[in-house]
């Protein structure tokens, strides 16, 4: 897992400028995952436990969102240029260098995760284990937010992403993964695709049992 990593991290390091400006926007222009991770701020409020992690959080415009809509949010990815970034965009909030298979957060700590898009990089076969780690930070009944380009073929497809290798994911088997590890997901929505790539966009919201 540390190779792809490291060449991932690398690759977001190189576009850190670009990347903020293309996206900064904090989904001003997707009303669809805007909706969603409304959704999922509003039910990590009524769990009480306000506490929720960005995972990968890129330049920090959305873990800023999370904040503005009422969670005690903080910033996790594993581009220190990222990170660097997000500290001079949002010098309030919180942000480290971190792995998604590794987080620097304690058992059962978190009201919820969101993890827009930066689980795509991540190999089939590493998910599990990936998703296990989410899954040890969350409090009972935490959540989590998944989003990531979807197919509807019955495998996932790995593809040429702008920045760095990535995988589009059949939405039942994305979450037949969330199940695996111990989660239920409950809602999921999935539009027509917002650019030329040609998959869907999937967001999947499941709760910690």
């Known amino acids: 897992m540390t190779e792809h990593q490291d060449e991932t991290g690398a ?10 400006s293309m996206f900064a926007d904090r989904l001003e222009t ?33 873990t800023a969102m999370l904040q503005d809509l009422g969670l005690d949010a903080f910033g996790l990815d594993l581009s220190p240029g990222m990170v660097d970034h997000a500290r001079r965009a ?24 969101l993890a827009h898009y930066s689980m795509i990089h991540t190999p089939p076969g590493e998910l599990p284990a990936l998703l296990a780690e989410q899954v040890r930070v969350l409090a009972p009944g935490g959540l989590l937010l998944v989003s990531f380009f979807g197919t509807e073929g019955p495998e996932p ?17 994305f979450a037949e993964l ?32």
Do not use: Q
């Open 90 to 113: 949002h010098p309030a909030l919180r942000f480290d260098e971190a792995r998604m298979e590794a987080l620097p957060v304690g058992d059962c700590a978190l009201g919820g995760i």
């Open 11 to 20: 690759a977001y390091d190189g576009v850190v400028e670009l990347y903020a």
């Open 157 to 173: 497809v790995r593809f040429d992403h702008k920045v760095a290798s990535a995988y589009s994911w059949p939405v039942d088997r």
């Open 30 to 62: 997707r009303p669809f995952a805007r909706a969603m991770v409304a959704t999922f701020a509003e039910l990590v409020r009524a769990t009480g436990n306000l506490r929720a992690a960005d995972v990968g959080c890129g330049p920090g415009h959305l």
């Open 178 to 209: 969330l199940a695996g590890a111990g989660l239920v997901p409950f809602a999921r929505l999935v539009h027509d695709p917002a650019s030329e790539r040609g998959f869907l966009d999937a967001h999947v919201l499941a709760r910690l049992a």
